[in-house]
């Protein structure tokens, strides 16, 4: 790769905050260079959450399962 060349001298007078570059037509364009960390919208205000209270229940004790007898059922062969 080549190191780039100044060809020659345009004239344009530079601006702080600008990129210049030849665009498609072979013109010297500008555009705004984008900066990192600029916000572009204000932040929204945080509310304070509403702590509501929960209803206590009562939970069911667990009882036993009662275990019943399968049927015996005759194998075939």
């Keep these: 790769m080549a190191r780039a ?9 530079k601006v702080d905050g600008y990129l210049y570059f030849v665009d498609k ?9 984008n900066r990192g960390g600029k916000r572009r919208t204000a932040r929204r205000k945080t509310t304070k959450k ?10 069911k004790t667990a009882t036993k399962r009662r275990t019943t007898k399968r049927k015996t059922t005759k194998r075939r062969r």
């Design 5 to 13: 060349q100044k060809v020659a001298k345009v004239g344009v007078k």
């Design 25 to 33: 037509d072979g013109d010297v364009a500008r555009v705004a260079m």
């Design 50 to 59: 509403r702590v509501t209270k929960r209803k206590v229940t009562k939970r």
